[in-house]
């Protein structure tokens, strides 16, 4: 599997480190010069080409609650191996799947010690000498998705980066290749969709959610897009539909004897997507029409999905999953980078775009308890790094 081989990388500097990470914050070079991590990687580029500075790291060496488990460390420098590059980070997002890895509920996790993050973008540092296709200054994104981005230089083999062009936010190149590529794999792989068709959504405020919207307001496709409960829903209500949203309604505007009621003049919806579970993946089913789908690729609320036993006998109800790493599975880069590269296409030409709030790497704590729901209803959390 891709990402497997992929584990090496981040791990070797993780596994490194916990010898390293126990002692003070200060670690010595290959000339046995000892200076302070984080002021080191100036130094230390000058001193040996060959090797990536000094990391900043947001480790774990255990599973468990990720505000518990989590630490910021000082990873020592790397010697960069023939096909290695270095990398200096960008941004790198929180994402729901990199808490449930931290938390040990994910299929796909990194053994540990793992340093955190699976997405980011970076400018490239450092080259082994047998890299051919990368230069100093490229922007490059793990894809697909590997382990260990939550840091200052992350060092990977060659073919695990995919250079990106300079002419989107750093903040979207960081984002691309997990969120917005479930959206148009969601839209493309399930039913045959047609301008005019209607799909309908429930956590539709999520970063894929947004994604879902835009993707199908270009196809002509109108959405049914389901939010939680908030004080702020009418800003929500017009943010979604000046994405190209048809409607938005809250849970509890939804809490009515017949959903379909509140249709209007949309036709039922042939498609609908489910990242929560609970009742309002009951709402998702209840829009449906005969014989539709509903394809679930979250579980945001933990509970689980009731299914009536006349959606099955008289509607015909198809219930379907996702997951992105089995597409990565079955499919090469060579595949996923027209992805990534059209979603980039459009995120330049305005036709994309999502709320995220940008965090300094040092407040990780801080955006780590916004995308854990801590703070309350919390745009997507995004990190990035000193330039
Ligand atoms: N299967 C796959 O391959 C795949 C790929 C990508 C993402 N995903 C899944 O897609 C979902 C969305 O990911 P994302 O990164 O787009 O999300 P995100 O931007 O981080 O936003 C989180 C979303 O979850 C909602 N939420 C949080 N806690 C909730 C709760 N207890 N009950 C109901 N809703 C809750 C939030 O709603 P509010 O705005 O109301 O707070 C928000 O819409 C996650 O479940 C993620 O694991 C799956």
Not at 71 to 87: A, M, Q, T
Request: with cysteine.
């Amino acid at each position: 599997m891709m990402i497997g081989t992929r584990i090496i990388g981040p791990l070797r500097i993780a596994v490194r480190t916990l010898s390293v990470t126990c002692a003070p914050k200060f670690i010595g070079n290959a000339r046995g010069i000892y200076m302070p991590s984080t002021r080191a990687s100036i130094s230390w580029r000058t001193l040996a080409s060959s090797s990536c500075p000094p990391s900043r790291a947001v480790i774990y060496e255990e599973q468990g609650p990720p505000d518990k488990v989590t630490r910021l460390v000082d990873l020592p420098p790397v010697d960069l191996k023939e096909n290695d590059v270095c990398v200096k980070m960008l941004a790198a997002p929180i994402n729901p799947s990199d808490i449930n890895r931290i938390e040990g509920v994910y299929p796909v996790r990194p053994p540990l010690p793992a340093v955190g993050g699976c997405e980011g973008v970076g400018e490239v540092e450092g080259l082994g000498p047998g890299v051919k296709n990368l230069s100093i200054g490229d922007w490059v994104i793990p894809s697909p998705p590997s382990f260990g981005t939550w840091q200052t230089y992350c060092v990977k083999e060659e073919s695990a980066w995919c250079k990106v062009p300079k002419e989107v936010p750093a903040e979207y190149a960081a984002t691309v290749s997990v969120n917005p590529s479930t959206a148009l794999r969601m839209l493309e792989d399930f039913v045959s969709l047609k301008a005019g068709d209607v799909v309908v959504q429930n956590g539709a405020t999520s970063m894929v959610g947004q994604c879902i919207i835009q993707l199908s307001y270009l196809r002509g496709i109108q959405t049914i897009n389901i939010v939680r409960d908030r004080p702020d829903l009418e800003d929500i209500k017009q943010r979604l539909k000046a994405m190209g949203g048809s409607e938005v309604f809250s849970e509890s505007e939804l809490e009515v004897k017949n959903v379909k009621s509140l249709l209007g003049g949309l036709p039922e919806p042939v498609l609908g997507f489910n990242c929560v579970g609970g009742n309002t993946a009951s709402i998702v089913l209840k829009f449906l029409r005969q014989g539709g789908t509903m394809v679930t690729y979250g579980g945001m609320s933990k509970k689980p999905i009731t299914v009536s036993t006349s959606s099955f006998i008289f509607k015909d109800l198809r219930l379907r999953g996702y997951w992105m790493q089995n597409w990565i599975n079955l499919h090469t880069v060579n595949e996923f980078k027209p992805m990534t590269d059209y979603l980039l296409r459009l995120v330049r030409d305005g036709q994309l775009k999502y709320v995220m709030e940008t965090v300094p790497f040092q407040d990780f704590n801080a955006a780590l308890q916004k995308a854990l729901g801590k703070q309350g209803h919390s745009p997507k959390q995004v990190l990035v790094f000193d330039k």
